[in-house]
């Protein structure tokens, strides 16, 4: 076995044509309702090693789990199918709609929390995210982190997860660069005008300003610091009026 604790090819659990290894968890249930997946949420599991993440995923009494996991060396573990709901979102909402479990698929990557993302890690995962979205017929904009849909509750994958990277490959999506700065003498106040646009792209509409900005600096501006800003306003703008979610309702 590997230093890891995660077995390769002596593994018995059967590995897919596309070299997932399947691990089957118990901690999952059917999707609610006439859910099905239209996002995929990222996630860092914030544990020492993979194999302690593994054993937390599939631990019964832990109550967690994801559809796919993946380590820093790229191995892809899929631990729940993809027809399943699993049980790694918790509270919080995108696009209006909350019950994020039972619209989405969950993809834990190893990492403590604080470590860049090895390549052979982002390789696998922009694998594994090209057939998920080509499955379920996902837009790049449906790939959100943990952070957007909760805000301020959880910082994953945080500030240190490639996103420009995703959506260079159409895997995700970045604010144009640059984005024109907002016109002087718009209607509403920075903070107005920051909230209506981050509730047309998706984050609830009732989020504290601090905490609104925290999370959407953390994806899309994590070198940024101090106050609201015009980059911030125009970044967020340009987004929603690429990226709308039509369900978002928008905060006056």
């Keep these: 076995m590997p230093a890891n604790g995660i077995r390769r090819s002596s593994d018995p659990s059967p590995v897919d044509p596309g070299g ?5 968890s118990p901690n999952h249930g059917a999707r ?59 509270a919080g909402s995108w696009g209006g709609r909350d019950d994020v479990n039972s619209r989405s698929i969950g993809i834990e990557l190893y990492n403590p929390g604080a470590h860049p993302f090895p390549e052979p890690q982002m390789a696998a995962l922009e694998h594994l995210l090209a057939g998920v979205l080509d499955r379920h017929g996902i837009a790049p904009e449906g ?21 420009r990277r995703l959506a260079r490959r159409g895997l995700s999506v970045w604010p144009a ?31 504290p300003d601090e905490a609104l900005l925290g999370a959407f600096r953390l994806r899309f501006r994590p070198w940024a610091a101090g106050p609201l800003c015009p980059a911030d306003i125009a970044a967020i703008e340009d987004l929603a009026a690429r990226f709308a979610v039509d369900a978002a309702p928008s905060r006056t």
């Design 32 to 90: 609610r309702g006439d859910a099905r997946p239209e996002l995929v949420v990222l996630h860092y599991t914030a544990m020492d090693s993979c194999a302690e993440a593994l054993a937390r995923l599939c631990d019964p009494a832990a109550e967690v789990s994801a559809h796919y996991l993946i380590d820093a060396d790229g191995t892809v573990l899929q631990l729940v199918d993809e027809a399943q709901r699993a049980w790694h979102a918790g």
């Design 20 to 24: 997932v290894i399947r691990h089957p």
């Design 143 to 163: 790939v959100i982190g943990h952070s957007d849909m909760a805000p301020g509750r959880k910082h994953d994958p945080g500030p240190r997860f490639d996103w």
């Design 177 to 207: 660069t640059p984005p024109a700065l907002p016109a002087p003498g718009a209607a509403g106040t920075d903070a107005q005008r920051m909230a209506r646009a981050a509730s047309r792209f998706g984050y609830a509409p009732d989020l």
